[in-house]
């Protein structure tokens, strides 16, 4: 695994889409949903977020991501994310596809991206502990998000389509 470098000054504004939502099947974070980016490298593996203790589900291994603006793609608000949370250059990622779980009130979007160029990820805010890409046969060993651990098997197996063909 590769660790992430930390910049302690980042800080990111809040804006109307980060706030909880209730509904008959939980609270989840997002006014507009959410969405989180799988960025995958051919050799490296995958750019996990080991997030932080204070937040929701704290201690877990997950994807960067978090709350969609009004009117923005999931892809657009992944990207965007990544980038804020992880120092995703934004010009190396190709977006291959997307999951989508929907709640009817509430829905998060993976997105599926791929990435030719290795870099070294970078602690963007307070929300992350540690940033790493971890090889795909050392995921499921992690103590993983719910959400994103019941999501892997599948998600691996569409990750394996696109870069092996």
């Not at 695994?1 to 809040?14: F, G, K, L, V, Y």
């Not at 203790?53 to 291994?61: P, R």
């Not at 989508?100 to 990820?121: H, I, N, Q």
């Amino acid at each position: 695994m590769t660790r992430a470098s930390h910049d302690p000054t980042a800080r990111r504004p809040r804006g109307p889409e980060d706030a909880w939502v209730d509904g008959p099947r939980g609270r989840y974070w997002g006014t507009f949903g959410a969405a989180g980016l799988l960025l995958a490298h051919p050799d490296a593996g995958v750019l996990l977020q080991l997030r932080a203790v204070w937040s929701h589900l704290g201690g877990t291994w997950g994807l960067p991501g978090g709350a969609r603006k009004a009117g923005e793609t999931p892809e657009a608000a992944a990207i965007r994310e990544a980038d804020e949370e992880a120092g995703v250059p934004p010009e190396l990622v190709t977006v291959l596809g997307t999951s989508v779980f929907d709640l009817g009130y509430w829905s998060y979007t993976t997105v599926l991206a791929r990435t030719d160029e290795l870099f070294a990820p970078i602690l963007g805010d307070a929300e992350s502990e540690a940033l790493e890409w971890v090889p795909f046969d050392a995921v499921a060993d992690l103590s993983l998000h719910p959400g994103f651990g019941a999501g892997w098997p599948d998600l691996r197996s569409r990750l394996d389509e696109f870069l092996i063909g």
